[in-house]
């Protein structure tokens, strides 16, 4: 059984000026413009820019507590297994 709500629709395209317009979405499916599969941003264009922001925002989230205790002297060994 297929659960209709979390069914999305992404069209994947040529970034090019004279391209064709988008096509009509199928019935009860929502096109989206963005999707999200195994972890993997994908946008209908091919460009992975979301894709390397959300991974480089969830890094910075990580390693941003690592380095605020470094700072405060924590010693390496600690360091690496709380990593």
Avoid: W
């Avoid at 999305?8 to 019935?27: G, N, T, W």
């Avoid at 096109?31 to 599969?37: D, E, P, S, T, W």
């Amino acid at each position: 059984m297929v659960n209709m709500s979390k069914k999305k629709e992404l069209v994947f395209y040529r970034p090019h000026p004279s391209r064709s317009p988008m096509p009509l979405a199928v019935d009860n499916i929502e096109q989206v413009k963005i999707a999200r599969l195994l972890g993997v941003i994908f946008s209908r264009n091919l460009n992975f820019d979301e894709h390397v922001t959300f991974v480089l925002s969830i890094c910075s989230k990580r390693l941003c507590p690592i380095k605020l205790l470094r700072s405060q002297g924590m010693p390496e060994s600690k360091l690496i297994s709380l990593y």
